[in-house]
């Protein structure tokens, strides 16, 4: 099996409001209704809903709101960017949700064949922006657990480089091993900054998978 994992960025007002919001948005399914019509569902923190449903709306056709523990549900009709047309026809998944998150939606797919995979790249980037994408060797066992996310996913959570890279220091030390390898000291001589920078890019790092995964939205 192979999996796909693409940022794309560019004209889906998806994209775009998730610019204008701190958390994700959350694409919980989508599917072509015709033509270029799709039926999509999906999550907007309640307390960025007003600026993020205007910005939403430059696609929508139609939509339903409700909430729900400070999330605002949106169910709409939207016209499509080329996404979903691209997958058609080609013996792919698509996993959901999808990410939205700093003006970039973020698809994943699992296929048996890399030849389909790149042909979707290839066919989104005609109308789209690809803003990155990598096409792995995965194992069904992995599919099912979901334990799929390749290196390159800290992206999804919206980590910068540099907190993506103290992470990686942080975790080859043994820093997040019982008991602990090694400690802040031992991470800032290896990451060439200071032990307090260090733990604010730890902190924030850990503050922004958390949020993504269990979508927190009080802050």
Known sequence: MYYLEMGVGGKCSIANASGYSPDSILIQNARIIKGNLNHVILTVAKRESDQVLEVLKGDFRSYETSTLKGNMFVDSYKIGHGMLKAVM??????????????????????????????????????ENVVERQIIDRVSISDIISGNILHSASPSLYGLTDREIETLKVAINSGYYEWPRKNGLEEISLDNGASKVTTLYHIRNAEKKIMETLFRKNAR
């Open 89 to 126: 026809n080609q013996d792919v998944f698509m996993l959901f949700p999808i990410i939205a998150r700093n003006g970039i939606e973020n698809f994943r797919l699992v296929s048996r064949f890399r030849a389909d995979l790149e042909n979707i790249v290839d066919k989104v980037g005609r």
